[in-house]
């Protein structure tokens, strides 16, 4: 990588990564990733990590101060004093 280059995109790229290696790796891969994980006292398991490196990567690529994705009709929203 030059110096130059922008890294935003470096972070979500790691972790969608880790996501792929982790959901298509051997049971005997999975079970030292859960052996290592209890070591560090994460007991969620390899399911758990690759579901919190989606989340994350999810997160990440959110735009700022969205918390929620919009309504797909924001119009069609009906508030308690219609």
């Known amino acids: 990588m030059d110096s130059?280059?922008?890294h935003d995109d470096l972070l979500p790229t790691i972790l969608e990564i880790c996501e792929e290696f982790f959901a298509s790796t051997s049971p005997a891969?999975?079970?030292e990733l859960d052996t290592l994980m209890?070591?560090?006292d994460i007991t969620g398991g390899p399911g758990w990590l690759i579901d919190m490196l989606a989340l994350t990567r999810t997160r990440i690529?959110?735009?700022?101060?969205r918390a929620e994705p919009p309504a797909a009709d924001e119009s069609a929203v009906k508030t308690r004093g219609d």
Do not use: N, Q
Not at 61 to 65: I, Q
């Open 61 to 65: 690529k959110r735009p700022a101060g």
């Open 38 to 40: 209890r070591a560090r």
């Open 29 to 31: 891969v999975r079970r």
């Open 4 to 6: 130059g280059e922008p």
